[in-house]
């Protein structure tokens, strides 16, 4: 099982193909769910990274149980959301 954080804020999400999905804006470490940007550009997974951004509405929610694996800069997600 994939345990998300909120180091996870700033990587990007990934298609189980590595087409990128958007950046993780912010993660909710009890609900175990990430929430994404879609479409977002570099940019804004810096200031996501830093810990400036914040999820909105037109975010996607990603649980922790699509997530197949995670490193140092994406999430990667095992089918399609």
Avoid at 2 to 14: I, R
Avoid at 51 to 75: H, K, R, Y
């Amino acid at each position: 099982m994939t345990v998300l954080s909120p180091e996870d804020e700033g990587k990007f999400l990934m298609d189980a193909e590595a087409e990128q999905i958007g950046i993780v804006t912010e993660v909710d470490p009890e609900a175990q769910v990430a929430y994404v940007e879609p479409d977002a550009d570099v940019a804004e997974a810096i200031v996501q990274g830093l810990g400036f951004g914040d999820a909105d509405s037109d975010d996607i929610e990603v649980p922790s149980e699509a997530v197949a694996t995670v490193t140092d800069s994406e999430l990667r997600v095992s089918r399609d959301l």
